[in-house]
C-alpha cells in the first residue's frame, strides 16, 4: 500500500480537497457570529401579531439560496464550535475517506497486478502479489468500519446537539403552550422534535459523505489519469458532470416540497392516533369506535395519497436518475477510456505488447470507471441535497416560531371574518388592543381595573371586567361554558396577553392552579404531591416525607402509602388512582406548594362533601385564598365574594349572602 500511500501524498490538491470541504462547512457555520444569539426569557410586554390568511404556496423547499441561509442558520447549533468533538469527527470522516480513497487505487493497482500473473502464468509472481493484497485486507476493512464509525457518531452528535437547542427553547416559560394555543403555525411540534429532528441529522450526514467521497475521487483519478493519460479524458467527464448536474438539479425542485408535505401528513395522522390514546376512555363511553376509524382512515387517506404521489415521482427520477447519473455516466466513461488507447502516438498505450496494453487498460481503464462512478455518485447526492432541503426548511420553521414566541410575538392566522381589526374598530379605547394592558405585581392581592377578556381569535367576552381580591378573601366563580371563566384565569396565569386595563396580582410562583383533571407526571407516588419540584427541591424547601403524609392525611389518601408500597413507588398514576384520588392528590399538592392565591377548577367535583369541606378549612387556615369556579351550594360557606358571568358581555361581583340562592342552583 506504501506506493500508493506516496503517489497521493504527492497529490496535495485531494488531501486539500476533503480538509477544505471540512474546514469550509466550519466557516459556513461561523463565517459570521456577529449575530449572536440572545438569552432566551420571557419578556412582560409582548407583541402579539394575527395576521390575514393568505392565498399562497406553502411548504416550498429547494436547492437555492435560501437552503444554504437556512442550512448556515443551523450549522452553528449542530458545530458548537472549532475545537469541539463534533468538527474533530467531521475531520475524522475525510481522514477515513481519504484512506478508502487511497485503498481502492491501491486495490485496483495491485488487483491488476494479480490478474496480469495469471494472464501471464507465472505462478511465483501469483502466489508474491496474492500474499501481498491479502495481509492489506484487514487494514482496508478497519478503514471502512472506522468511516461508518465516525459517520454514526457524528450523525448521534448532531441529533443530541440539535434536540437540546429546541428543547430548551419549546420548554423555556410557556412556549409550549403558547405554539400551541396562541400561535398556529406549527401544527405537530412533536413530530418536528423528533421524528424530523431525526430525518434530518441523519440526511445532512449521510450528504456529508456521499459529496465528500466523490468529490475526493474526482480530485484524485482526474490528477492521476491526467499526468498519465493527458487531459482530455478527465475533461470530457468533468463537462458531464456538469451538464447531468445542472439537468437533474432542475428536475428535483418538487422533492422539496414533496418531503415538506410527508413529514406535515404524517404528523397529523400521528396526532390523531394520539388523541385516540388519550381520550380513549370518553370514546369507549359513547361507543365511538366506527367514527374514531373513519377519522383514522380519512387522515391515513390523505397521508397515503401524498406517499403514492411521492413514490411515483421517486420511480420516475430513479428511472432518469439511473440512465443519467450511472449508465449514460458508465458510457461516457468508456467512451473516455477508449480515446487515448485508439490514439496511435500515446507514449504509455501504443507498441505492440498487447500485456503491457492490457495491464495499462486495466489500471487506467478502471480509474476512468472510477472516476465516472464518482461523477454519478456526486450527480446522484443532488436527490439527498433536494430531501435535506425539505426537512433543512421544517427545522429552520421550528426555530423561528420558538424565537418569534420566545421573545412575545405572536401569528395567528384568521379564517373567519371575526378578527383583530374588526375588534379594534368596534372599540371606543384607543388602548383596547393586544398586550396594550399593563401587568403589575404585587404580593397579596389581585385586582382588575377595566380589564377586557378577549381569546387569542379577538373575539372580545367582555369589554371591562373591574374587581378586587385582597388575601383571605375567598370567591366563587360561575357562568355557562364560554362566558370567561378560563380566559379570566388564562390572563391571571400570564398564559394569554392582556388587550387593555391594568391587572395587578402576586408573581407567578405565588398563584396556583388546580384543574378539574389533574396532571399526574410519570414518576413515584412522591413526584405526583410535589410537582412540579423534584426530590431535591422538596428537601431544599425544608419539607420531609412526614409534611407530605400529613398533606395525605388531610385529604385522606393515607392508605395509598400502604397500598402502593410508599412514597417511592412508580405506577402509571392516571390509570391507577380513581377520578376522586387524583383530585384529593392535586389538593394535597396545592397544600405543599402553600401559594398565596390558588385557581380551583371544578377540582372536587369527584370528593365527597366532607372531605372537601376539610380541604376548603384547612386552605383558610393556612392563608391559601381561592378562586372558585363550582355550582355546589356546600361551598358557598367558604367563599366571601362571587363572580358571575352571563355569558352576554356582563358579569357581577359582589358579597354571598348564605340564605339567598345567587346562582339559581
Known amino acids: 500500500m506504501a506506493p500508493a500511500l506516496s503517489k497521493l501524498a504527492n497529490n ?17 457555520a461561523y463565517g459570521k457570529m456577529s449575530n ?3 438569552k432566551p426569557g420571557y419578556e412582560d410586554k409582548i407583541q402579539y401579531t394575527i395576521a390575514e390568511k393568505k392565498d399562497k404556496k406553502a411548504g416550498k423547499a429547494h436547492v437555492n439560496s435560501v437552503f444554504f441561509k437556512q442550512l448556515r442558520q443551523l450549522l452553528p447549533i449542530l458545530i458548537p464550535g472549532f475545537w469541539s468533538v463534533e468538527t474533530g469527527l467531521l475531520f475524522l470522516v475525510a481522514a477515513a475517506l481519504i484512506g478508502r480513497s487511497v485503498s481502492d487505487i491501491w486495490m485496483i493497482q495491485n488487483a491488476t497486478v494479480v490478474e496480469s500473473t495469471i494472464i501471464h502464468m507465472n505462478r511465483t509472481k501469483f502466489k508474491t502479489a496474492l500474499l501481498k493484497y491479502l495481509t492489506a485486507l484487514p487494514a482496508i476493512s478497519v478503514v471502512t468500519n472506522v468511516l461508518k464509525w465516525s459517520l454514526g457518531e457524528l450523525k448521534l452528535r448532531f441529533r443530541t446537539n440539535l434536540t437540546h437547542h429546541l428543547y430548551s427553547q419549546y420548554l423555556n416559560g410557556y412556549t409550549y403552550y403558547k405554539m400551541s394555543n396562541l400561535d398556529n403555525r406549527i401544527a405537530n411540534a412533536d413530530q418536528l422534535l423528533t421524528t424530523d429532528i431525526d430525518k434530518f441529522c441523519e440526511s445532512a450526514t449521510d450528504l456529508y ?22 487531459g482530455k479524458t478527465p475533461s470530457i467527464l468533468m463537462l458531464y458532470l456538469l451538464f447531468a448536474g445542472v439537468f437533474l438539479t432542475r428536475l428535483r425542485r418538487p422533492t422539496g416540497r414533496l418531503t415538506v408535505e410527508e413529514q406535515k401528513l404524517e404528523g397529523e395522522f400521528r396526532y390523531v392516533n394520539s388523541r385516540l390514546i388519550t381520550n380513549s376512555e370518553e370514546v369507549a363511553f359513547y361507543q365511538g369506535n366506527v367514527r374514531e376509524k373513519l377519522t383514522l382512515l380519512a387522515s391515513y387517506s390523505k ?30 466513461g468508456f467512451y473516455a477510456v477508449s480515446i ?47 430531501r435535506l432541503a425539505g426537512f433543512t426548511a421544517r427545522m429552520t420553521e421550528l426555530i423561528k416560531v420558538l424565537s418569534d414566541l420566545n421573545k412575545g410575538t405572536y401569528e395567528r392566522t384568521m379564517v373567519n371574518g371575526n378578527n383583530l381589526a374588526q375588534n379594534a374598530v368596534g372599540s371606543a379605547s384607543s388602548n383596547f388592543g393586544p398586550n396594550k394592558g399593563i401587568m403589575c405585581f404585587e404580593d397579596n392581592i389581585i385586582r382588575f381595573e377595566k380589564v377586557p377578556l378577549v381569546t387569542p381569535n379577538g373575539d372580545v367576552l367582555l369589554q371591562e371586567l373591574s374587581f378586587e381580591v385582597k388575601s383571605g378573601t375567598n370567591v366563587l366563580v360561575c357562568g355557562p361554558n364560554g362566558c370567561g371563566k378560563s380566559s379570566l384565569f388564562r390572563i391571571l396565569g400570564e398564559l394569554w396577553p392582556t388587550w387593555g386595563g391594568k391587572v395587578t396580582k402576586p408573581s407567578r410562583g405565588k398563584l396556583f392552579y388546580v384543574p378539574q383533571r389533574p396532571y399526574m407526571t410519570l414518576g413515584t407516588l412522591r413526584d405526583q404531591i410535589i410537582y412540579p419540584h423534584t426530590r431535591d427541591d422538596m428537601r431544599r424547601l425544608g419539607h420531609s416525607d412526614e409534611d407530605l403524609m400529613h398533606y395525605l392525611d388531610i385529604v385522606q389518601l393515607t392508605y395509598l402509602e400502604q397500598r402502593e408500597n410508599g412514597l417511592d413507588s412508580i405506577e ?35 370528593v365527597s362533601v366532607d372531605v372537601e369541606g376539610k380541604m376548603y378549612s384547612y386552605c383558610r387556615e393556612v392563608g391559601i385564598t381561592l378562586f372558585t369556579v363550582s355550582h355546589r351550594k356546600s ?31
Open 209 to 230: 459523505s456521499n459529496i465528500s467521497k466523490p468529490v475526493l475521487d474526482i480530485f484524485i483519478y482526474v490528477y492521476r489519469l491526467t499526468v498519465n493519460l493527458g
Open 303 to 332: 397521508l397515503r395519497s401524498h406517499l403514492r404521489k411521492f413514490l411515483e415521482f421517486r420511480v420516475s427520477m430513479g428511472i432518469i436518475d439511473n440512465i443519467i447519473g450511472k449508465y449514460f455516466a458508465s458510457i461516457v
Open 572 to 606: 402509571d398514576w392516571i390509570d391507577v388512582l380513581s377520578g376522586g384520588e387524583k383530585q384529593r392528590i392535586a389538593m394535597a399538592r396545592l397544600f405543599y406548594h402553600k401559594p398565596q392565591f390558588a385557581i380551583l377548577d371544578e377540582c372536587t367535583s369527584a
Open 36 to 38: 449572536k444569539k440572545r
Open 340 to 386: 487515448p488507447f485508439f490514439s496511435e502516438n500515446h507514449p504509455l498505450l501504443s507498441g505492440e505488447n498487447s500485456g503491457q496494453r492490457l495491464q495499462a487498460y486495466y489500471t487506467y481503464g478502471r480509474m476512468l470507471v472510477k472516476l465516472a462512478e464518482a461523477i454519478g455518485r456526486l450527480v446522484l447526492a443532488g436527490r439527498e441535497m433536494s
Open 12 to 28: 496535495q490538491s485531494a488531501i486539500v480537497g476533503v480538509a477544505g470541504m471540512t474546514a469550509a462547512l466550519w466557516i459556513i
Open 635 to 665: 361551598l358557598w360557606a367558604h367563599h366571601d365574594y362571587y363572580l358571575q358571568f352571563d355569558g352576554r358581555g356582563s358579569y357581577e361581583f359582589a358579597t354571598i349572602d348564605q340564605d339567598k340562592d345567587h346562582f339559581g342552583s
